[in-house]
């Protein structure tokens, strides 16, 4: 049985039958996981090795993991800073700020691998306009030139710690003030203010080879009038061509109100994105509309997609967690980082 395009979520550390129905259905080919999922090291290692124990190849399982107030596991996890403090010593020492990002990949990766979880959707590559309410320190730096630095410094990091890198939120979430987990978001910019800003972070982390990339729901009004990971003009014209991505591309949270607006059916989303060039689809926290994707999409996944996500398995580098910490100088160093801005509230996806 071959992976699906659907990545849903489960209720709670262990798998239910109801989980595991979902689960082995053919549409299904991932879970991504949330903080309700997690109690300590050896829950999560036993709950994916029983995740990935249920299908042959077994399924992709992905977690929002990207320091800050968007970790999802906290409790005996390194805790890892917002990525807007890496800018910021960027700004003082760049040399210094490449390096710990690399270390901070590092961990990052081999932690969750140690764990048994294939990658996190991480960079956050949009740019730190100051404005955005959702986006917020979860940015580098205003600059593009230094997020796509200290993206790709990330990377090489999570690829030591065997893992791949997603990049977000294509062509970029930073510059509005509207957060799409809760609104309709529109950006009212010209394609070439977009291009010359927003878009270098993301044709660098391409052009480094980046594995993934997940689409905003954001309507770019003067580009298209659907929101990007519902639009074929982003994800094949601009991405995949104009740009040359190759990767595979994830949809947001297809329960988000930026997309729930858009289309009011759970399958006719899931339709959409598809056909716009998502490879998979993400619904999270909302098994009625799991349901409904998994009894109504009619969707049989091409080659080229079932390649790219082939490639979104991680090299399980660390076959345990005492092995990672042979690795402590680089906790050692991360938590030297001055500044780690944590909330105590958890983003529905992100």
């Known amino acids: 049985m071959s992976l699906g395009p659907v990545m849903l979520d489960i209720a709670g550390t262990q798998l239910t039958d109801e989980d595991i129905g979902r689960l082995q259905h053919p549409l299904t080919g991932g879970v991504i996981l949330f903080s309700r999922n997690y109690s300590n090291h050896y829950q999560l290692a036993e709950l994916t090795q029983q995740i990935h124990a249920v299908r042959k190849p077994h399924l992709l399982i992905a977690v929002d993991h990207e320091g800050g107030r968007v970790q999802r ?31 901070v990949g590092f961990v990052l990766a081999g932690e969750l691998n140690a764990c048994g979880v294939d990658f996190s959707f991480t960079p956050v590559l949009d740019l730190d306009y100051g404005q955005s309410s959702v986006i917020g320190d979860r940015a580098f730096h205003p600059d593009p030139c230094v997020v796509a630095s200290l993206a790709h410094n990330l990377m090489i990091g999570l690829k030591k710690g065997g893992m791949v890198a997603v990049g977000k939120h294509f062509p970029g979430h930073g510059y509005i003030r509207a957060d799409s987990h809760l609104e309709v978001a529109v950006d009212t910019r010209e394609f070439a203010d977009i291009a010359s800003n927003d878009l270098i972070a993301f044709q660098s982390m391409i052009e480094y080879g980046m594995a993934g990339v997940m689409p905003a729901h954001v309507i770019y009004e003067k580009v298209d009038s659907k929101p990007a990971g519902f639009s074929a003009l982003w994800l094949q014209r601009i991405l995949r061509t104009e740009l040359r991505f190759e990767g595979c591309v994830f949809s947001d949270d297809l329960s988000m109100r930026g997309a729930g607006e858009y289309l009011s059916s759970m399958c006719l989303r899931a339709e959409s994105a598809l056909s716009a060039g998502c490879d998979m689809i993400l619904v999270c926290n909302n098994s009625e509309g799991v349901d409904n994707i998994l009894a109504a999409l009619k969707w049989e996944m091409s080659a080229l997609s079932l390649a790219r996500l082939a490639r979104m398995h991680a090299r399980r580098m660390f076959g345990s967690l ?27 996806l992100e």
């Open 73 to 103: 596991f906290k409790s005996d996890f390194t805790l890892l800073p917002a990525m807007r403090e890496l800018g910021k010593i960027w700004d003082r020492h760049p040399v210094r700020a490449r390096h710990l990002t690399q270390q």
């Open 322 to 348: 005492t092995k990672l910490r042979e690795y402590g100088e680089y906790v050692e160093a991360i938590r030297e980082i001055s500044v780690i801005g944590f909330e105590s509230e958890e983003l529905p």
